[in-house]
């Protein structure tokens, strides 16, 4: 290929990527016109019009793909990101919480006139960050997007300034972030060395080759290493035990809002990133060349136009012989329709002897110029008889045939390499499910002596982040087995994390509003709340409760849906601490209901008073608790999206 | 090998000798300036290392970010907010008997990580081999371009870096933006006292 052909490819694919990138292009135009609007107006309500265009523009566009991709998952920016409806579903998910942010933060007041700028760009730039954890599909996109959705939010966790609190929270949460980050990067760094790539489908191909030449290899030891590495990266954003020092110090000194958005936003992206990760590791896509490591046989997949590449293999797998043979249709300098059959296997002559294919062509020693040379009988015996069009046909049929029976070997390639896989999809479930057990534990644990109900939400989510690296623990020893319970168990994990905005920033919405009035974030200063705001009292109730998991709200039918999948996979032990969990949070959280509804406030202590009809705050707040109870009545629709999303995830 | 001295070891050992003893030099002092100093050092070592190793760029890209930029740059930081002229940093003895039992467990897996890989011991006494190649720098600018890679290998595509070149400076803004608003000093809103807006 020439240079200019070269450049003609790139923007080829550049173009069709940016296609499939309009959100994330919203966000960075967002951004960009946040500052300039700044230099020309500069005051409070423009930034937050802007924030808020950006991201309702963000969120069509991302609504908009859902059915233009509706196809297949495609790679985008040659292989850097993968769009599928998987993708799609949490970018939708996270620009949907975007505009509930603007909103909010809007209301509750917290970015004032001259910080309202800075505050939307950083909350911004850390959302294109999380938009990138969700679709990559490669290494260093993993750690950039992980380094992009951080950065920004250790800033925003001291954006109350002057206030000791707030700076403390502010530098721990930036030490322990460049610690994770760290250790993640070294463990990217031993993964990349010991398979040899970067591209996540390829490390799943590349690890099945080591596991099937030697299951005991020394290898996979540092291959452990580095996957436990990376772990400690994803546990650090998910705030799993024992990287979560950092979470209820951030949620106590940041303000409420910036613990909404690092609670929801946040730890979707992370949750989604484990999943991209375990899969790419524990899964051999199709669609991805994979190599038999005793006889280095190759499957070329070749995206080419006019080139379709087959793999024909016979024989058991021990003596599989991959041949790839390119057909091209008649492009060549005669005009005639030839093929050159290229021969990679070692043990090419068992290779002739076994395929059935059309090609009966007598020497496969021979190199590209040999084959080209070369007719097949079986379909031109004279070929200057056929006319062009005959040619095209037969090199059609030829091609189709090729194709059909390059997509059956493949699936079976792909089913042996899956097979040798299964030890790594242990280890990936074991250790994501021992960590999810012990955060679970600790969360719900250490959320029982608190009296700052920040501090308290923060041990929560912490808890709440268990729940959900329940459910990839739980889905990944099926990917090998069955492909449709995979994507069933993944899909409750979507409406997890979909429940979980409504339950968890809700909540942290009315911390912000009761804030704003009394002053205090101390659960004790919400005592006789019943009395003076009884609606947003109620409210309140119905989230914590849904955070419990109790019928008929929300958080059960998530609750449900995610030990389900720990049912079937038969992981047992997550189910009972998951199910014992749930009674341990139940006395916390009711807690907070008995200080709402029973306490009688002491003498002189300041009552908030928060109509639920009256402004827009009290709207806001009931409109974002209705789904908490009306998904918990009616949960099909949201299951039936979260499958869809997941339908394309293993294929 | 009659007298020859063979020169790449020698600058081997010289390089990774000054990068562990000034890394080691750098956690053990207790002065900031003199941290940021052993660091230089230590990172200038590492470029040396990554030159040997024949990936020329990475030790140039070393040499530029980590020990032109950011070291510079942490000098003037500690030159400029420094109160006093020396800033000491005391550890306590617990402190130091918890942080080296985690650093020399961490010390321990890594070494066995390097040494369990049979292809990263080298080869074996007495065989020549081609010393690696340099990737040009045209080439380098181009996979930034976005041109797919080709890696030689069977297994796997190597993707084009257009997308991680070009959203990182988004990135940049934003974090430039963070540390803007970080370091500006927060005016006050009442406009009745101006003496106390500083």
């Given amino acids: 290929m020439g240079f200019h052909e070269q ?15 309009g959100p994330e292009l919203a966000l960075c135009g967002t951004i960009i016109l946040l500052l300039l609007c700044r230099l020309v107006i500069g005051d409070r309500l423009s930034s937050t019009l802007v924030a808020f265009a ?4 963000g969120l069509v566009a991302a609504l908009f793909s859902w059915s233009q991709v509706a196809g297949t998952s495609q790679e985008a920016f040659t292989g850097m990101l993968v769009i599928d409806s998987f993708t799609i579903y949490f970018r939708i998910f996270l620009l949907a919480f975007a505009v509930l942010f603007v909103v909010f933060t809007w209301r509750s007041g917290i970015p004032d006139r001259e910080d309202a700028a800075d505050f939307y760009t950083l909350a911004l730039g850390s959302l294109l960050g999380m938009c990138l954890m969700v679709a990559a599909n490669h290494l260093l996109m993993v750690f950039m997007a992980f380094e992009m959705a951080s950065v920004p939010s250790y800033v925003l966790a001291g954006i109350l300034k002057g206030r000791r609190k707030s700076s403390e929270a502010a530098l721990k949460f930036a030490v322990y972030g460049a610690g994770a980050a760290g250790i993640m990067l070294y463990g990217i760094s031993l993964i990349a060395g010991v398979t040899g790539t970067v591209h996540l489908p390829s490390i799943g191909a590349s690890l099945a080759n080591t596991m099937a030449a030697d299951p005991s290899s020394s290898v996979l030891w540092v291959l452990g290493l580095g996957g436990l590495m990376v772990m400690v990266g994803l546990a650090f954003k998910l705030s799993a035990v024992p990287f979560h020092f950092w979470a ?7 303000a409420a809002e910036v613990g909404g958005f690092l609670s929801v936003a946040s730890k979707a992206a992370a949750i989604a990133l484990l999943v991209r990760v375990a899969i790419g590791f524990g899964f051999v896509q199709e669609a991805s060349a994979w190599v038999d490591a005793e006889d280095q046989s190759v499957v070329q997949t070749t995206n080419g136009v006019d080139q379709t590449s087959i793999a024909s293999a016979s024989g058991e797998t021990t003596s599989q012989i991959f041949i790839a043979a390119r057909i091209q249709d008649g492009n060549s300098a005669s005009g005639q329709n030839s093929q050159d059959v290229q021969t990679t296997g070692a043990d090419h002559q068992q290779g002739t002897d076994q395929q059935d294919t059309d090609q009966q062509s007598g020497d496969q020693q021979g190199t590209d110029q040999q084959g080209a040379d070369q007719q097949t009988e079986l379909t031109q015996p004279d070929e200057s008889q056929l006319s062009p069009e005959q040619q095209a046909a037969e090199a059609e049929r030829l091609a189709e045939e090729a194709r059909a029976l390059g997509i059956a070997q493949r699936r079976e390639a792909q089913e042996v390499a899956n097979e040798s896989l299964g030890p ?24 029982y002596g608190q009296s700052n109900i920040k501090r308290l939400l923060a041990y929560s989510t912490i808890a709440h982040a268990g729940y959900m690296m329940f459910a990839v623990a739980g889905a990944i020893p099926s990917i090998g087995t069955s492909t449709t319970l995979a994507q069933d168990h993944i899909s409750a994990l979507a409406v997890y994390v979909a429940v979980y905005l409504f339950m968890n920033f809700t909540a942290f919405a009315i911390i912000a509003f009761l804030r704003n009035q009394t002053g205090s ?20 109730s119905l989230l914590l409760m849904s955070l419990i998991g109790l019928p008929p709200l929300a958080g059960f039918a998530a609750k449900l849906l995610v030990f389900s999948a720990l049912a079937d996979s038969g992981l047992w032990v997550l189910l009972i601490v998951g199910a014992l969990n749930t009674v341990i949070s139940l006395f916390y959280y009711l807690r907070v209901i008995k200080a709402m509804c029973l306490d009688v406030p002491e003498e002189g202590q300041q009552v908030a008073v928060f109509p639920i009809w009256k402004n827009i705050d009290g709207w806001f707040i009931f409109l974002l608790t209705l789904p908490v109870v009306v998904l918990g009545l009616f949960w099909g629709p949201l299951r039936e999206w979260a499958l869809a999303a997941c339908s394309q995830l293993l294929s | 090998m009659d007298g020859h001295i063979n020169w790449h070891s020698f600058y081997f050992l010289l390089f990774g000798l ?4 000034f890394s080691v030099a750098v956690v053990l002092t207790g002065s900031i300036v003199r941290m940021a100093f052993y660091l230089t050092l230590c ?45 000491n940093m005391k550890t306590r003895a617990g402190e130091w ?6 650093g020399l467990m961490l010390l321990g897996l890594l070494l066995q990580a390097a040494f369990r890989v049979e292809e990263w011991r080298g080869p074996p006494e007495g065989v020549a081999t081609a010393t690696a190649e340099n990737a040009p720098p045209g080439e380098i600018g181009i996979r930034m371009l976005g041109k797919p890679g080709d890696n030689g290998k069977a297994v796997g595509k190597e993707s084009g870096y257009l997308l991680p070149f070009e959203i990182v400076s988004v990135h940049l803004l934003v974090v430039l933006i963070g540390s803007a608003y970080l370091a500006r000093t927060k005016r006050r809103r009442r406009a009745s006292d101006p003496a106390e807006s500083t």
Avoid: H, K
């Fill in chain 1, 7 to 21: 450049i003609d490819a790139l923007i080829d694919d550049t173009q069709r990527s940016l296609a499939l990138f």
């Fill in chain 1, 54 to 57: 950006g991201t309702v523009v």
């Fill in chain 1, 248 to 254: 209820p110090d951030v949620f106590e000194g940041a």
């Fill in chain 1, 424 to 447: 790594v999809r242990t280890y990936i479930s074991y250790l994501v499910g021992f960590l999810a057990a012990i955060t679970c534990t600790f969360g719900n644990m250490a959320a």
């Fill in chain 1, 521 to 540: 974030e101390e659960i004790s200063s919400y005592a006789g709340l019943i009395r003076t705001s009884p609606g947003l009292a109620v409210c309140f």
């Fill in chain 2, 18 to 21: 000054t990068a562990c003893v």
């Fill in chain 2, 43 to 87: 990172l200038g070592a590492t470029a040396g290392l990554f030159f040997l190793a024949g990936a020329g760029f990475v030790g140039a890209m070393q040499l530029l970010i980590y020990v032109g930029g950011t070291l510079v740059l942490l000098i003037f930081g500690v030159m400029l907010t420094a109160q006093g002229p020396f800033v």
């Fill in chain 2, 97 to 102: 008997v918890i942080g080296g039992a985690a």
